[in-house]
């Protein structure tokens, strides 16, 4: 087990709903990041937050809402997607963010939009 | 500039034979250079990393070996085994100086399938 827990593990969503994806982490790290994985694509960097604070934002569409209330918990709030947000939504952290800090991942979220 | 390209995108060996995945960038900044490991259904774990000061890391069956000058490094898992089946990842990042963060920019995956 890595230590990062990711809930929940499979979420099934409408268009027009606003749902939430929470991360954990065990580890005493003070970065944590969000990635998107879609089939046939790179992994692709979300957000990052070092000690609370957002620190790259990727271009993501505002429909996509992070929220880092403290140095182990992050979420990923959700409305008004599209079905091409369907992917797995990877959380990760690390100890502090550097280049070259291993990061931790979640097993992930595995989101449907219908 | 950022991107990575990584290839084969899927892969079969035989139990015991060699697995090589190539991998190539073009950001001279890079100075971390980790694989990522993933088995269905799990988030991915990191498998070995190199930094572009050595040429060849090696930990157990997995090497990584390094070409700075043509900007490529690979991966080579020896004897490779059918609990190696798997998504393998290479990734880059670069210390961004003053905002320093561990954007790892990643390649596209090879899916590995060992055959007993």
């Known amino acids: 087990e890595t230590g990062v827990t990711q809930t929940p593990r499979h979420l099934v969503m409408g268009m027009t709903n606003k749902k939430s994806l929470k991360c954990e982490q065990h580890l005493g790290h003070n970065a944590m990041y969000w990635y998107k994985q879609s089939a046939k694509k790179p992994l692709e960097l979300m957000f990052v937050?070092?000690?609370?604070?957002?620190?790259e934002n990727n271009s993501v569409p505002s429909r996509f809402s992070p929220e880092c209330p403290n140095s182990s918990h992050l979420f990923l709030h959700l409305h008004t997607l599209q079905p091409e947000d369907s992917a797995l939504y990877l959380c990760?952290?690390?100890?502090?963010?550097?280049?070259?800090?291993?990061?931790?991942f979640g097993p992930g979220t595995r989101l449907t939009v219908l | 500039q950022q991107q990575v390209k990584q290839s084969p995108q899927s892969l079969i060996v035989q139990k015991g034979g060699i697995s090589i995945i190539n991998c190539a960038y073009e950001n001279t900044a890079f100075d971390y250079f980790p694989w990522y490991q993933q088995f269905p259904g799990k988030g991915p774990a990191l498998l070995i990393a190199?930094?572009?000061?050595?040429s060849e890391k090696k930990e157990g069956r997995f090497t990584i070996s390094f070409n700075k000058s043509a900007k490529q490094f690979s991966l080579h898992i020896m004897d490779s085994q059918p609990g190696d089946s798997a998504t393998y990842f290479c990734?880059?990042?670069?210390?961004?100086?003053?905002?320093?963060?561990?954007?790892?920019?990643f390649g596209q995956g090879t899916i590995l399938t060992v055959h007993p």
């Open positions: 190199i930094r572009p000061d050595v």
């Open positions: 990760a952290s690390s100890t502090q963010g550097f280049s070259g800090d291993e990061q931790f």
């Open positions: 937050y070092n000690f609370k604070e957002q620190t």
């Open positions: 990734a880059a990042s670069a210390d961004a100086g003053g905002t320093s963060y561990g954007k790892l920019t």
